[in-house]
C-alpha cells in the first residue's frame, strides 16, 4: 500500500487479527451467566410443629400418601402410605366417582428400624388395570380416620399425544422448599420427574433421621397423593451411617418409596424406565455401579434399544450427579459417568437429561465431548447436533442452600446458569416440539427465568429429511414436467 510503512501494516494485521480472535472467543463462550441475585430465605427446615408437617386427625390415621407409575405404559400406579400406631389393612378402595369405590386393590406392609427410630407401618399397593386419561377416586384407612384422594391416568402412549412435567431436584423441607413445592402446583404439570435428594433426613441423627423421612412425606403428599412422583435416587438417599451401625445404603429411601423397575425388566428398584404419553423416561442411580458388566449398564444398554421413537418420540433421562456442570459445586463429579455412558446419549439420540445435586441452575448446548480417549488429546466437548441438552435443576431449596459459585470464565459448553431456587416444566406438544419453562422462585413469585422451545431430536430430523425428499421429490416432477411441456412446444417430444 503507498504511503504505508511496514510497522503500520504489521499493526493492522495484528489488531484485524485481535478482532477476529476476540468474536471467536465472544462466540464459543456465549453462555449467559444470570446476574440475578436470590435474596436468601433461611436455609433452615421448617420446625416440626408448622402446620406444613399436621398429622391428620385420628387414631392411626393414613399419612404421608404418595402414589407413583406402577407398571411400564401407564395402566398401574402404587399407592404408598404409613399408618403411624399400629398395623392396618394395605387395602386401596377405588372407582371413578367420587365416593363409589366399585374396586378393591391389596398389597404389602412393612416397617423397619434405623438406629432406635421404629418407623410406622408402611404400605405398598400396585392398583393395576386401570383405564387410560381416566380420573380415580382413591380411599385408603377406614371408619373415621379413611382419607380420599384422586389421580388421573395418563392417555395411551402414542407419539402425539401432549403431556407435561414437572421436574424437582433436591428438595429438602424449608421455606425454599415449601416455596417451590407451591409454585410447582401452581404450575399445571401432570406428573414430576424427580432428580433425587428427597428429604435431607440424613443431615440429622440418630432418630430425628427418621422423623425427618416422616416430616418430609407429610410435607409432599399436598402433591404426590394426587399424581404421580417419579423417584430417583441422590446422595442424601445413601445414608451410610457406621456411627449408629446402619450401613446399608438406601434404608430408608427404599422402605419407603417404591418404582416399577420390574416391569421395565431392572433388577433394582434404584433404575428403571417408565413410557407416559409420548415419553420414554430413563431413571438411572448416580449412586449405583454402572461401569460395564455391572447390572447398571447391562440393563441400560437393553432399555436404550427397547426405545421406540416412532410410539414415544420423547426420550428423557434422569440422574442425580449431572455430567457438564460448571458450578464449583460437584464440579466434575458426573465424570465417570460421562465417560461410560456419553456415547449411548448421543447413540439414541436423547433428548434431554435432568439432573439435580447442584443447587442452582444450568443448562448446556448441545455437545458431547465422545472423541475422546486416553490417547488423543481431544479433550474437549464440541457442538454435536445428536447430542441431549443438559440440565440441571438441583434447585428444590433445601437446607444446605444455594450452590452460588461458578466457574469463571463460564465454558463454552454451559449455556445458561444462575444460582436460584426453582422448579422446571416440560410441556410436550406433539412429537416434534415441547415447551421447556425453568421457574425461578422470586419470593413469593413463580417467574420463567429461562424458556425455549424444544425440537425432537429423532422427530425434527426426521421431519426435515421427509421436507427435504418431499421437496426434492415436487422440484424433479416440476423439472420434469417443465421438460416435457417444454419439448412438446418444440416438437421434440410426439
Ligand atoms: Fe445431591
Redesign the pocket.
Known sequence: MPGVTKNQSLLFLLLFTSFVFLNFVNNVNGGITSKYVRKEWPSVDIPLDNEVFKTPDGHNAPQQVHITQGDYDGKAVIISWVTPDEPAPSKVHYGTSAGHYKFTAEGKMTNYSFYEYKSGYIHHVLVDGLEYDTKYYYKIGSGDVAREFWFQTPPSVGPDVPYTFGIIG?LGQTYNSLSTLEHYMQSGAQAVLFL??LSYADRYKYNDVGIRWDSWGRFVERSTAYQPWMWNV???EVEYMPYMNEVVPFKNYLYRYSTPYLASQSSSPLWYAVRRASAHIIVLSSYSPYVKYTPQYIWLKEELARVDREKTPWLIVLM?VPIYNSNEAHFMEGESMRAVFEEWFVQYKVDVIFA??VHAYERSYRISNIRYNVSNGECYPVPDKSAPLYITV?DGGNQEGLAGSFRDPQPPYSAFREAAYGHATLEIKNRTHAFYHWNRNDDGNKVAADSFVLHNQYWSSKVNRRKLEKHHLRSVIGRIAEFEQVTSISGLVA
Open positions: 433436591d433425587g435428594d441422590g446422595n442424601h442425580h439435580g445435586h438441583g
